[in-house]
Nanobody, 128 residues
Framework: QLQLVESGGGLVQPGGSLRLSCVAS????????IGWFRQAPGKEREGVSC????????YSTDSVKGRFTISRDNAKNTVYLQMNGLKPEDTAVYYC?????????????????????WGQGTQVTVSS
């Protein structure tokens, strides 16, 4: 069974850090670009960061640049999202997703419909 599983979410104070992990089972992640998306209550799903198959290229949405870092370890079949300087507006359910396509136009952030596999999500809550 092809599956993505996220972990690492939780409750953190403003300014704190979390590291999310996305682990694949049933297939190898090294053929897939990976995106992290988030969805807050009452809001549309938003692309946060995405990374190419090799890990050499990545995009992030403007609101997280300088705070969030996406990385991957293909040997561990895992992609990470390091989140520093968390703000209350980062509160959302975070999802990872996989697609075989990578391009230089940043569509990995905008076109969630192009992703083949999705995880179940992990809740991130930033609150004092």
């Amino acid at each position: 069974q092809l599956q993505l599983v996220e972990s690492g979410g939780g409750l953190v104070q403003p300014g704190g850090s979390l590291r999310l992990s996305c682990v694949a089972s049933g297939f190898s992640l090294d053929s897939y670009a990976i995106g992290w998306f988030r969805q807050a209550p009452g809001k549309e799903r938003e692309g946060v960061s995405c990374i190419s198959q090799s890990g050499k290229n990545a995009y992030s949405t403007d609101s997280v640049k300088g705070r969030f870092t996406i990385s991957r370890d293909n040997a561990k079949n895992t992609v990470y999202l390091q989140m520093n300087g968390l703000k209350p507006e980062d509160t959302a359910v975070y999802y990872c997703a996989a697609r075989p396509i990578w391009d230089s136009f940043g569509t990995c952030l905008r076109k969630s419909i192009t992703y083949n596999y999705w995880g179940q999500g992990t809740q991130v809550t930033v609150s004092s």
